[in-house]
């Protein structure tokens, strides 16, 4: 590879949400993956904060959340092997997005890059894209925010 060519990546990581920004994340990482010839790794994390005490507590309420977010995430698998890239992981995880990709997906995965869109799909943006900065900030490998 010489100086001039981009580099090329062997495993991307992406996460996604509902957020406009996530699917375009998720385009990219996709077509970056195909491009490269990389490993897709797609991530999606239940966020509890997004739940009230009541529904927290229900094994029900959380349980039926969590298939809703992995029936998802395969619907995401699915279009990525449709698309043409031969390996293709997803994974779901609870938590803080930003802390959990960091601090558990990142080491257990090890991409060597992190696609992520730059606002996540509620509240007053979000906190204004904590999540995305936090990543950004934080993260052992390059990151790709998407707008």
Do not use: C, W
Not at 106 to 111: D, G, L, Q, S, T
């Amino acid at each position: 590879m010489s100086e001039l060519d981009p580099k090329k990546f062997k495993h991307i990581l992406v996460g996604v949400d509902d957020s406009p920004d996530a699917q375009l994340a998720f385009r990219y990482a996709m077509n970056r993956a195909k491009t490269d010839e990389a490993e897709l790794t797609i991530t999606s994390i239940l966020e509890s904060d997004e739940m009230n005490v009541y529904q927290a507590l229900s094994k029900d309420f959380v349980h039926g959340k969590r298939d809703e977010l992995e029936k998802h995430i395969l619907d995401y698998r699915d279009l990525a092997m449709r698309f043409g890239i031969k390996k293709v992981n997803a994974i779901i995880s609870e938590g803080d997005p930003g802390e959990t990709i960091i601090k558990e997906i990142i080491p257990e995965v090890k991409p060597d890059l992190l696609v992520i869109g730059s606002l996540a799909k509620k509240g007053l943006r979000k906190r204004f894209g904590s999540q995305a900065a936090y990543m950004a900030k934080y993260s052992p490998i390059s990151v790709l925010v998407v707008r």
